[in-house]
Nanobody
């Protein structure tokens, strides 16, 4: 298990950009694969992107490919989600999640992750 805290959410206009951060406690952060998920009212939790513990592997959902970029700085125990060209349909609570166990790649199911942050709200106005 690892403690995760998201930050950086807010209100932006369509076409704008936002950078989210996921910061972890502890000294074993580099062995955790980290994923980003989002959930909006009336919709199921949706996979957004994931990154391997080393940062060498990334994967993106088709809905955000080319617009979002995931990266990490293990020295700072932080994973970043850079979101560009935001659309109103990107509005959601964004969660980061982590786990040391990789059963398959990419980990598109929420059940792949045992540790979750509390989420940060992203609202994109039209």
């Amino acid at each position: 298990q690892v403690q995760l805290v998201e930050s950086g959410g807010g209100l932006v206009q369509a076409g704008g950009s936002l950078r989210l951060s996921c910061t972890a406690s502890g000294r074993t952060f580099s062995i955790y694969d980290i994923g980003w998920f989002r959930q909006s009212p009336g919709k199921e939790r949706e996979f957004v992107t994931a990154i391997t513990g080393s940062g060498g592997g990334t994967y993106y959902a088709d809905s955000v490919k080319g617009r979002f970029t995931i990266s990490r700085d293990n020295a700072k125990n932080t994973v970043y989600l850079q979101m560009n060209s935001l659309k109103p349909e990107d509005t959601a609570v964004y969660y980061c999640a982590g786990d040391t166990i990789r059963r398959y790649w990419p980990p598109r199911s929420a059940t792949s992750f045992g540790s979750w942050g509390q989420g940060t709200q992203v609202t994109v106005s039209s």
